[in-house]
């Protein structure tokens, strides 16, 4: 789709409607009905219903981060299976139908709806883009078009929440090029959300949630390169790196009732902290951010984005401990949250009481891993005469997924010369093998036993993904700080081959 004449009209409409006040639309807790409609399969049996998970990306910190659901009924006909399921919601809010990452899509208190579930098809979006769902669906009932529009939206320009398309060209000296592809696509956006509000009578409330979502969908793809050791905020045209940093994050409605903004207020308290001096997962960031999140952001949001920072760091409590307590401590002085409260105190009892046990790098190399018929082996019998590349990945991982078309093509290049192994921390081995087939992961696919807590994780002192580690015909590790997007990346594989 060409960018309109209206364009940039458009943009700054988008701009003002998310700087102006939210209404809250907060009511009483009601049923909402959905009827699902599928073909019986392996995988979806009799009485099957999708969840549905609430806003904040698994960080709501309460009981559940899933809306109460309960089936009413079920019927078949044939291989033709109808299950009626109800859910407790209180707020019209954005959710996620839970299909492998799932639809995004607008739930409303009270509403009726019908899902009809077509079977599994892993055919990219629009030909180019990746789906974050397994079954295509399409609704319908009065508000079929305000359940079907993210789909619609991601048909067109990719899901909003898997990141950016474009990519930094090996040629590119600025982000410039960059920068303006991914407004290019947010515009783009824009123009089809307000089309179609116009076409489908969108309510206004509803409305400024979706115009929220691709506006924090645009700021979180313009930081990708920020993954990068190569670029910083200065790398960024003025226009840009205005953009990434001067944002406020205190519309409390969007902040609770959407999936973005809790994404990007966090995002943003790192991109501003974060540096060479403050590298990330440091003592230095882990405290920085937490003074920067407690001087700009106010209550409920200043509470959540907290919380969320400590859980980050919490995991390596034995790394941090002094820091983690004195913080926390602080913390406990204002937070009015009790949920917050009652998450982390049970988070820290149980990391601060964990034995990490200490590994060799003989113990780390000896990781068991396994293929897709379940074989054991371990890691070390993967090192050959050859150099190796071995790709810790998941497929939950959005910047793994990012990285693979880079490795696709440094595998065509140097897979005669460099045995690469893809190495899994899922959980999950269907959803493993699933994306493994999706993303053309044929050869060398494993997936590592107890994943974050193997000994080859826990000697690498691993707590992200993706990482990179390279061993020369000796077995040596190289040093590398690089991804495979990063031009440098190539340079330490060739320097593997002299």
């Known amino acids: 789709m060409s960018i309109k004449t209206s364009s940039s009209f458009r943009f700054l409409l988008a701009i003002i409607a998310l700087i102006l006040p939210s209404k809250s639309y907060s009511q009483k807790e009601k049923t909402t009905t959905i009827i699902f409609k599928y073909i019986k399969d392996s995988y979806m049996v009799d009485s099957f219903a999708f969840p549905i998970d609430k806003p904040l990306n698994g960080w709501s910190f309460e009981p559940s981060d899933r809306f109460p659901q309960k089936i009413i009924s079920f019927t078949q006909m044939g291989d033709t299976c109808v299950t009626t399921c109800e859910y407790s919601i209180k707020d019209t809010t954005c959710a996620t139908l839970g299909d492998l990452y799932g639809h995004e899509i607008v739930v409303i208190p009270g509403d009726h709806i019908t899902i009809n579930i077509g079977p599994r098809n892993h055919n990219k979006l629009a030909g180019k883009y990746f789906k974050e769902w397994a079954h295509d669906v399409t609704y319908s009932g009065k508000n079929k078009y305000i359940y079907g529009l993210f789909d619609s939206l991601s048909n067109l320009e990719g899901d909003l929440r898997l990141g950016s398309s474009e990519r930094l060209s090996k040629t590119d000296s600025t982000l410039s090029p960059f920068c ?38 645009y700021l979180l793809n313009l930081t990708i390169p920020l993954n990068s050791v190569k670029f910083n905020l200065d790398s960024y045209p003025k226009e840009f ?169 440094l595998e065509k290049e140097y897979g005669d010369k460099v045995d690469f192994i893809y190495l899994s921390f899922d959980n999950n081995q269907s959803e493993w093998i699933s994306k493994s087939k999706e993303m053309k992961v044929n050869n060398n696919n494993y997936r590592i036993i107890n994943n974050f807590k193997s000994p080859m994780a826990m000697f690498y002192h691993m707590s992200s993904i993706p990482q990179y580690f390279i061993y020369d015909r000796q077995g040596k590790q190289v040093d590398n700080k690089f991804r495979p997007s990063d031009k440098e990346f190539r340079s330490a594989l060739d320097g593997l081959l002299k």
């Open 180 to 217: 303006h592809a991914v407004k290019e696509r947010y515009v783009r956006r824009l123009n089809f959300v307000n089309d179609y509000f116009k076409e489908y009578l969108i309510p206004v409330n509803i409305q400024k949630m979706v115009l929220s979502e691709i506006y924090c969908s």
């Open 241 to 409: 790196a205005d953009l990434i940093k001067n944002n406020k994050f205190n519309d409390k409605n969007l902040y609770f009732k959407t999936n973005q903004y809790q994404l990007l207020a966090y995002q943003f308290s790192k991109t501003n902290n974060e540096t060479s001096s403050r590298p990330p997962f440091s003592s230095q960031s882990l405290v920085s951010i937490y003074k920067f999140i407690k001087k700009n952001n106010k209550g409920k949001i200043r509470d959540h984005q907290i919380t969320v920072h400590l859980d980050q760091y919490i995991t390596q409590y034995h790394s941090f401990s002094k820091q983690i307590d004195s913080l926390y401590t602080d913390f406990k002085g204002y937070c009015t949250t009790q949920n917050y409260i009652a998450f982390l105190d049970s988070d820290i009892v149980i990391n601060r009481n964990e034995k990490i046990p200490v590994y060799t790098l003989d113990q780390a190399m000896s990781s068991e891993i396994k293929d897709s018929t379940n074989t054991k082996r371990t890691l070390k019998s993967l090192l050959n005469k050859k150099p190796v590349l071995v790709i810790c990945w998941a497929s939950w991982c959005k910047p793994c997924l990012y990285e693979m078309p880079y490795e696709s093509v």
